[in-house]
């Protein structure tokens, strides 16, 4: 079965960093695309950012451009999403999923995208 799962969520002073890892069983890494999105209290998910199969391309929402970066180590199976700079508007619940195809598809669109993780809950709070 195909999974993934999201780790290093946590509560964070503003300014602060965290690094979310997103780990595949089940499955090799290599062949997908994989993106982080997130989801707030009362608001659609929405895409965060994409690292490309080859890790080649990244994307990044324009909130969380220069600040945050997306990285993968297909040695470990892993994805990360290194967050510095944090801002309280970043708080939500961050996802990570392997996109569909490896080509053609829109990497903040949530419908391209399968095998979600639960989820880790990232607070930026004073």
């Known amino acids: 079965q195909l999974q993934l799962v999201e780790s290093g969520g946590g509560l964070v002073q503003p300014g602060g960093s965290l690094r979310l890892s997103c780990l595949a069983s089940?499955?090799?890494?290599?062949?997908?695309?994989i993106g982080w999105f997130r989801q707030a209290p009362g608001k659609e998910r929405e895409g965060v950012s994409c690292?490309?199969?080859?890790?080649?391309?990244?994307n990044y929402a324009d909130s969380v451009k220069g600040r945050f970066t997306i990285s993968r180590d297909n040695a470990k199976n892993t994805v990360y999403l290194q967050m510095n700079s944090l801002k309280p508007e970043d708080t939500a619940v961050y996802y990570c999923?392997?996109?569909?195809?490896?080509?053609?598809?829109?990497?903040?669109?949530?419908?391209?995208?399968?095998?979600w993780g639960q989820g880790t809950q990232v607070t930026v709070s004073s």
């Open positions: 999923a392997a996109a569909f195809f490896a080509s053609g598809y829109v990497w903040y669109d949530s419908s391209g995208f399968g095998s």
């Open positions: 089940g499955f090799t890494l290599d062949y997908y695309a």
């Open positions: 690292v490309s199969s080859s890790g080649g391309s990244t």
